[in-house]
């Protein structure tokens, strides 16, 4: 029989083609993996903004007095859902927020308080608190509300 009519890959061909195929995995999936870890802890840190509004729509609602420190649940504001329709998640570990009413980084003495989530971010993902693998809200009244 003629090999000259036989068409196919060699085997030295499939293997040069996995072994580009491996490459390219190999510097895909970890940015891929990056980009999870940063859209969650964007996420995480969006919604513990939004629960520092409503903390201060709540204060001003109620001539400037927040809620004792406790789980974020639309409870913390009396059972109204004006302020929160419903239980904010942690999109990294599913667990609810940690609202404090005292923020220790504030260096004036007025109203402050922390808004935490359970950790457990990706720490190449985080620009502050990255050894802790957590993000967090404080508002201070001399400053605002400023991530953490």
Known sequence: MDRRGIRGFTLIELMIVIAIIAILAAILVPNFLHARAESQTAACEGTE?????????????????????????????????????????????GAQYQYSATAPDCLNSGVKYEITDAGGHDSTAQIDNAALGSTSVIYCSGSGITGK
């Not at 649940?73 to 998640?89: D, K, R």
């Open 49 to 93: 903004r939004q629960i520092a509004v409503a903390l201060e729509e709540y204060a001003v609602d109620t001539g400037g007095t927040y809620p004792a420190t406790q789980a974020v649940a639309p409870a913390m504001f009396g059972g109204s859902l004006n302020y929160l329709s419903a239980t904010p998640l942690d999109p990294v570990s």
